[in-house]
């Protein structure tokens, strides 16, 4: 059974830096690779950063510079650090991986940031 668990999100303030870490079991994200999503009130979800199996990492324009995504193999856990923060990144993030054309989600961590 393959999970997905995400923590780390909080209240923080404008500037502000997080560490959000996505612990994944019954997958291995060494092989399949994860992507982190957010999703802002009223808003679609939207791809955020991704690392593949073999460590290459994507991230979007608007978050470039800010976010790093990392993955620890033995903890099997993915990381997504965000430095200055700003209210633009209010949203919960949700980890996201497949395997064999089905999709997996974790339940999502919020991130609220105040100016």
């Known amino acids: 059974q393959v999970q997905l668990v995400e923590s780390g999100g909080g209240l923080v303030r404008a500037g502000d830096s997080l560490r959000l870490s996505c612990a994944a079991s019954?997958?291995?994200?060494?092989?399949?690779?994860m992507n982190w999503y957010r999703q802002a009130p009223g808003n679609q979800r939207e791809l955020v950063a991704a690392i593949t199996g073999g460590g290459t990492t994507n991230y979007a324009d608007s978050v470039k510079g800010r976010f790093t995504i990392s993955g620890d193999n033995v903890k099997n856990t993915v990381y997504l650090q965000i430095d200055d923060l700003n209210p633009e990144d209010t949203a919960v993030y949700y980890c996201?991986?497949?395997?064999?054309?089905?999709?997996?989600w974790g339940q999502g961590t919020q991130v609220t940031v105040s100016s």
């Open positions: 019954g997958i291995q994200f060494s092989i399949n690779g």
């Open positions: 996201h991986t497949s395997r064999y054309w089905r999709a997996y």
